[in-house]
């Protein structure tokens, strides 16, 4: 077991977790320009995005670069520099550290050193879109970024398909379409869900409904990340019930128990709200 105490006298230095806005530079607290003003060195996911934000609130403090491709390389100086009495504040480009970005290995070495890490509250995208979403607030499932590729996404999804709680994932504008587009697969069209994009800013937007629906809006282009919110599934009982896998996976399951072919893909495409032509396209391998 072990006890921090976080401002109790201490022989080493305190690491501070330091919220930065997700848009609206308004968001950033008192606290946390005091704490940036008062460190020995600000560990930054990218030092040329926090130079613009320190320089708008007056913060000289000195900033160095602590993002994924240097994280092995700056940990021993960065735990060596706390042991030895200095104060250090860490902050990603938006939002808490260690939320979907860099900050949990530094936590983690901290923590292993009896090094006291200081949490500070701030902007938080997940939780800014899901108290408008018009989804039940709590319980909640935060899940952050999916896998990129299709087949590991729909594995992951079918893991959350029966979870009663609202989920929250974080996704690119770029891959929108195509996430929502195997949710819909996955959690079957009709789950309700909402969009949240550009949070914070004058363009803040909102999307709610259907995941079919949802689609469909998506399919048109869309800018800025975006927080993707499903409600959760009211009828777990029922999907229980559905089969499981990939679509493809399910033709073949009902093929491989005496069904057509085309018996099989006309009915998958039916339960699951796909295109009949594609899934046969894909099934064929044409």
């Keep these: 077991m072990q006890r921090q105490e976080s401002f109790q006298a201490t022989e080493t230095g305190r690491l501070y977790l330091v919220p930065t806005p997700i848009g609206n530079l308004d968001d950033m607290t008192f606290r946390a320009i005091k704490v940036l003003k008062e460190v020995n060195l600000i560990c930054a996911e990218d030092t040329r995005h926090t130079r613009q934000l320190l320089n708008h609130f007056e913060i000289t403090t000195k900033a160095i670069s602590f993002h994924e491709h240097n994280t092995e390389q700056r940990l021993p100086e960065l735990v060596a520099r706390l042991k030895q009495g200095e104060n250090l504040a860490q902050c990603s480009d938006a939002g808490m550290p260690s939320i979907s970005d860099p900050g949990k290995e530094l936590v983690a070495a901290c923590v292993k050193e009896g090094i006291p890490v200081v949490p500070l509250p701030g902007a938080n995208a997940a939780l800014t879109a899901l108290i408008a979403s018009g989804l039940s607030p709590q319980p909640f499932y935060f899940y952050g970024f999916l896998e990129r590729k299709h087949q590991q996404q729909v594995t992951e999804l079918t893991a959350l398909r029966n979870r009663g709680e609202t989920m929250i994932f974080y996704e690119a504008p770029h891959r929108l379409a195509k996430t929502l587009t195997t949710m819909a697969e996955v959690f079957g069209e009709e789950r309700q ?21 949802l689609v469909a809006w998506a399919k048109e282009g869309v800018r800025g990340e975006f927080v993707v919110m499903v409600a959760g599934n009211d009828h777990p009982q029922e999907d229980e019930q559905r089969p499981s896998g990939t679509p493809l996976e399910q033709i073949q399951s009902a093929v491989d128990g005496g069904q057509s072919p085309n018996a099989a893909i006309k009915q998958v495409a039916k339960r699951l709200g796909l295109n009949r032509q594609d899934l046969y396209k894909q099934y064929h391998q044409l």
Excluded at 193 to 213: D, N, P, Q
Aim: hydrophobic share 40%.
């Design 193 to 213: 869900a909402v969009l949240a994009r550009e949070l914070t800013k004058r363009y803040e937007e909102f999307e709610r409904g259907s995941l079919a629906e």
